[in-house]
Nanobody, 120 residues
Framework: QVQLVESGGGLVQPGGSLRLSCAASGIILSIYTMGWYRQAPGKQRELVAIITSDGTANYADSVKGRFTISGDNKKNTVYLQMKNLKPEDTAVYYC??????????????WGQGTQVTVAS
């Protein structure tokens, strides 16, 4: 059983910064991708950023230049550094990962979500 545990959410003022962490645990043979999604009230869940095992990162246009995703392969952990936060960044942020636990191919996992609120 694989678990993704997120941390680092909270309340921050506009222009502030937060760093989210997500650690994967369990029987893990390899991790193909790890990423962050977010869901604001009344909106669909959307991709924020994703990083592959070789370090290739992709971002939603709305966060480019403000957010940075990084990973620590030894710790099976992914981070999301968020700077210059805006009220529209307010959402529940979910960690997501494609992980090989047995036969070739990845299974998709979600974390429980962490609330990020940007307000003055």
């Amino acid at each position: 059983q694989v678990q993704l545990v997120e941390s680092g959410g909270g309340l921050v003022q506009p222009g502030g910064s937060l760093r989210l962490s997500c650690a994967a645990s369990g029987i893990i043979l390899s991790i193909y991708t790890m990423g962050w999604y977010r869901q604001a009230p009344g909106k669909q869940r959307e991709l924020v950023a994703i990083i592959t095992s070789d370090g290739t990162a992709n971002y939603a246009d709305s966060v480019k230049g403000r957010f940075t995703i990084s990973g620590d392969n030894k710790k099976n952990t992914v981070y999301l550094q968020m700077k210059n936060l805006k009220p529209e960044d307010t959402a529940v942020y979910y960690c997501n990962a494609d992980i090989r636990v047995g036969a070739p191919g990845g299974d998709n996992y979600w974390g429980q979500g962490t609330q990020v609120t940007v307000a003055s």
